[in-house]
């Protein structure tokens, strides 16, 4: 079975970084895309990032020149490097990998930033 698992998370203070790895099991290919979504109580789930190629990576607006993706293709591992972190940033972040138009997603983990 195919899974993908988050680690990383944590409490941290507004302005502070913190990294999230994300690394897959049980597969034998390479994910067509990785990525990182998030979602805060009472909200829905997010884009927060998403890599598809060297070429071709996408940021959501409000994180953009703050967090930056990087993924290892072969070992169908992400990470999420998240600098200057910011009270609205508290969420639970979740890694999703595609293939051909199958999602496998992650159980999530807990970023916290406090004011």
């Known amino acids: 079975q195919v899974q993908v698992a988050e680690s990383g998370g944590g409490l941290v203070q507004a302005g502070g970084s913190l990294r999230l790895s994300c690394a897959a099991s049980?597969?034998?290919?390479?994910?067509?895309?990785m990525g990182w979504y998030r979602q805060a109580p009472g909200k829905q789930r997010e884009l927060v990032a998403i890599?598809?190629?060297?070429?071709?990576?996408n940021y959501a607006d409000s994180v953009k020149g703050r967090f930056t993706i990087s993924r290892d293709t072969a070992r169908n591992t992400v990470t999420l490097q998240m600098n200057d972190l910011k009270s609205e940033d508290t969420a639970v972040y979740y890694c999703k990998g595609r293939f051909r138009g199958t999602d496998v997603w992650g159980q999530g983990t807990q970023v916290t930033v406090s004011s």
């Open positions: 890599h598809l190629n060297r070429a071709n990576i």
């Open positions: 049980g597969i034998r290919f390479s994910f067509d895309a």
